[in-house]
């Protein structure tokens, strides 16, 4: 490294010092780094996350007065750490090194300041003492940003200070106001939750046919869309290596006399946004050379194909199906490109949505990442495990994150629709290469690209796979599978997260409610999951659990202040809950919140569409844990005569809809079905006489 001396005595980097250290650039982005004197510096070095864009900082986003102070403390900021010393006296969230995140932000933060310095007249950091910092900071916080935005601003001017000091050539910012005596003052006043407990859910009537044409893809359509794709790569290869025949001549020939003769579609390709002629796929068609096939595009057969374009198809035979009918003809030379980047956005889907892993996570696996497992010591097969790294909690010994990540402790549970999207992924794929692979994922276009696919590239795949979806329910018919817009806007990799902890604390036993319904899946929490021992996203489903409670508590307060009524063994326990509703209204649900909400009997009540009840949660009385006193009811084995049983009118309507239904059904069935059917009748109903004559109502007064 070519340095300099300062008058400090640390050294100062020269016009062609690399931005970041030799130690710190990571091994692909390496030959990406940066030297000092460049306009752009790229990050790419201090990047190893696969699925993590790069960035850089461009300094033309700097004012001119402002550039040599702020080259100097951003490249110290990569360079150098902050003390032990100065790390022990703040904030223990503070750490030694940013991340390529924060790394970017605090530069933002820092041009941002440069840029209202240069407004108020000021040209130097030297004149950055506390009262300038001070008005900034009001600026900042008038200007409308959210607390914890102005919050992360305030952190990175701390650290512009911080890094002044170990700099060769100290500029002499002051301290700011709010590192001395707390910035409390300094931020907006707090709002509604955000991060990832702030991302909402992905709408039911969205995720079920999502979910089914991924499945689908994945299960049913993989193999054509795989074997269409070596066809397709094989076209080229052949095409080039035929050697002129006249045997090839005159298949080419006759071929050409066909089509004229017939009117027949002429085979077209769409090339650069242009429809062209498939010359290679007609060479290899007929066994005749390139250049037999161009002799014979010069003498028609182009304008032909302008006339009657038609498409390619491949010989590949079709063996999906799409409810028992084949999925297609022929896969068209022209689509298996396209078929094959859905089908890596359907094996992401059904990967992200199954599992709960980040985005990041999901992207970072690589092939042999979920072996075949030994059958267990009774001969049952054994459970799939998948083995990835994390990345958003990865620490080093000192706090600081890293980058590369760290090997999961706790490996996830694969259920089967996750393995064979696996499986897909590594046929994709290279042995031994990331299951997303950029270079090999963009199949249209060869892209020189390290990596994995980024998340931001996902949810646009995201969306053409929507767009492909319905345009095949319209072709087939299947109206109640096309994929509707989600209200809360575009289908973002991490909502599938989110979508999860949804559906399992919504759904009785947490049962994965859309794969169930669709017949493709059966698992529970504690069969499928493990997740309330998962890497946070016990975290989700906590606070969906405390929602879902808040919902049913808040449902039953207005049932009852309506006139309603409720019975059952806990029908006074519930009637004491509802009247706490009030303290679910405004609530933001956190993780703290959701753990205080849970650890309260008093508060617990759970709805059951499918059993018509509620369960008003008390851990000793619940029969549906005989062993255990589980934080939640399985809702899917509710025990009848459980002293935590209660409904409602609704309930009891709803039981009325039901026993007539099944009177209705008996009446067209033959004698012994018919009686059991009458019998599960008279039941529902008998419960629901139970309900009238047990029903108690708020009472009047105080």
């Known amino acids: ?68 102070e702020l080259r100097l403390l951003v490249w110290t900021l990569i360079n150098k750490e902050l003390r032990p010393t100065f790390l022990r006296e703040r904030a223990r969230t ?74 060769a050539r100290p500029v002499g910012i002051g301290r700011p106001p709010w590192d001395e005596h707390g910035v409390d003052d300094y931020l907006p006043a707090a709002t509604t939750r955000g991060g990832e407990n702030a991302t909402e859910a992905i709408a039911e009537t969205t995720m079920g046919p999502l979910l089914v044409w991924a499945m689908r893809m994945v299960d049913d359509l993989a193999d054509d869309i795989l074997a269409a794709w070596a066809e397709h790569q094989q076209v080229p290869v052949v095409a080039k290596a035929t050697t002129p025949t006249e045997t090839g001549l005159a298949a080419l020939d006759a071929y050409t006399h066909r089509l004229d003769a017939t009117g027949a579609l002429v085979p077209v390709i769409r090339y650069r946004g242009r429809i062209v002629l498939a010359r290679q796929y007609i060479a290899v068609l007929t066994g005749a050379s390139m250049d037999q096939v161009n002799l014979y595009a010069k003498r028609g057969l182009t304008r032909a194909a302008r006339l009657r374009p038609g498409p390619c198809p491949l010989r590949t035979p079709i063996r999906g199906t799409v409810h028992g009918q084949p999925w297609r003809e022929a896969v068209n030379l022209d689509e298996a490109a396209t078929l094959m980047r859905h089908l890596g956005t359907a094996c992401f889907i059904v990967i992200a949505y199954l599992t709960g892993m980040r985005p990041g996570e999901v992207l970072g696996l690589h092939t042999g990442c979920c072996p075949n497992p030994p059958p267990e010591p009774d001969g049952n097969p054994g459970r799939h495990l998948i083995r990835g790294r994390e990345f958003k909690t990865a620490r080093d010994e000192d706090g600081n994150h890293l980058s590369r990540g760290t090997e999961r402790a706790l490996p996830w549970v694969a259920i089967a629709p996750v393995v064979n999207a696996i499986r897909v992924l590594e046929r994709m794929v290279p042995d031994g290469h990331l299951l997303f692979d950029s270079r090999t994922h963009h199949f249209a276009t060869v892209r020189p690209a390290t990596g994995s696919l980024v998340a931001g590239a996902m949810v646009r795949r995201i ?240």
Not at 3 to 20: C, E, I, M, N, Q
Not at 111 to 135: E, I, Q
Not at 660 to 668: D, G, S, W
């Open 1 to 68: 490294m070519t340095t300099a001396p300062s008058t400090s005595g640390r050294l100062l980097p020269a016009p062609h010092s690399p931005v970041v250290p030799p130690q710190r650039a990571a091994g692909a982005n390496a030959h990406l780094n940066s030297r000092f004197a460049d306009d752009v510096w790229s990050l790419a070095p201090l990047i190893e996350n696969p699925s993590t864009g790069t960035s850089s900082i461009h300094w033309r986003n700097c004012p001119e007065p402002f550039q040599a």
């Open 94 to 167: 503070l750490r030694s090194r940013t991340s390529v995140a924060g790394t970017t932000t605090t530069v933002r933060v820092w041009m941002h300041l440069a840029r209202w310095l240069t407004g108020r007249g000021l040209d130097t950091l030297a004149d950055c003492d506390s009262g300038v910092l001070d008005a900034y900071a009001t600026h900042l916080r008038e200007r409308g940003g959210s607390r914890s935005s102005v919050a992360q601003a305030l952190l990175a001017l701390t650290r512009l200070w911080a890094f002044d000091e170990l700099t």
């Open 463 to 702: 969306e053409d796979f929507i767009t492909w979806a319905n345009t095949e329910a319209a072709r087939h018919g299947l109206a109640r599978e096309t994929i509707p817009p989600d209200p809360h806007g575009r289908v973002a990799s991490a909502r599938f997260r989110r979508t999860l902890a949804w559906h399992i604390a919504r759904r009785p036993g947490g049962l994965v409610a859309l794969a169930i319904q669709y017949g493709h899946l059966r698992t529970t929490i504690s069969a499928g999951y493990a997740s309330r021992s998962r890497d946070g996203i016990h975290v989700l489903l906590d606070i969906e659990t405390v929602r879902a409670v808040g919902d049913t508590v808040t449902g039953l307060h207005q049932h009852l202040e309506d006139g309603g009524g409720i019975s059952g063994p806990a029908a006074r326990r519930a009637i004491q809950a509802a009247a706490r509703a009030p303290e679910f209204a405004g609530t933001v649900i956190t993780a703290t919140t959701a753990r205080r909400y849970l650890a309260n009997d008093d508060l617990l009540i759970y709805d059951n569409p499918h059993t018509l009840l509620m369960c008003v949660y008390k851990r000793d009385q619940a029969l549906c844990h005989r062993d255990s006193a589980a934080a939640t009811p399985t809702l899917d084995h509710c025990v009848a005569g459980c002293p935590n049983i209660a409904r409602t009118d609704h309930h009891a309507d709803h039981l009325r809809d039901r026993a007539r239904a099944l009177a209705r059904k008996a009446a067209h069935l033959p004698v012994p079905l018919a009686q059991r059917l009458t019998t599960t009748a008279e039941r529902l109903d008998a419960l629901a006489d139970r309900h009238h004559f047990d029903r108690q109502i708020l009472q009047e007064g105080p």
